[in-house]
């Protein structure tokens, strides 16, 4: 499988990227951190290189970098940038996530991991 953007989710990277500091536009790193109520939180965050170990997916131009102890937790992700009266945000349609805490910070997968 793998993990993708939307439209909205790549202008977004590319406005925020910019240009990385080699110069070339900088990798999305996605993945998942022990968290909140439900289990996992969410990360992003930019990268200027591959780490060993990253699963290296492309959408909509963009590379998105996913460490090997995310990626089961992640596989699938749509990742889509909405904005909704005046806050905008990225939102993760994770078809590995069972179930989230109330607040949203946080979810758990139906597989323990």
Do not use: W
Request: charged residues 20%.
């Amino acid at each position: 499988m793998a993990v993708t953007l939307t439209a909205a989710a790549a202008a977004r990277v590319r406005e925020y990227a910019g240009g990385g500091k080699g110069g070339g536009l900088a990798k999305l790193r996605f993945g998942v951190r022990k968290s909140g109520c439900s289990g996992f939180g969410y990360v992003v965050e930019f990268a200027d290189r591959a780490a060993d170990g990253d699963s290296v997916f492309t959408s909509r131009g963009v590379e998105v970098l996913v460490d090997r102890d995310s990626l089961a937790v992640v596989d699938g992700t749509t990742i889509d940038f909405r904005t909704t009266g005046l806050g905008a945000m990225f939102h993760f349609d994770n078809p590995n996530a069972a179930a989230a805490c109330g607040c949203g910070e946080s979810f758990t997968t139906a597989e323990p991991q």
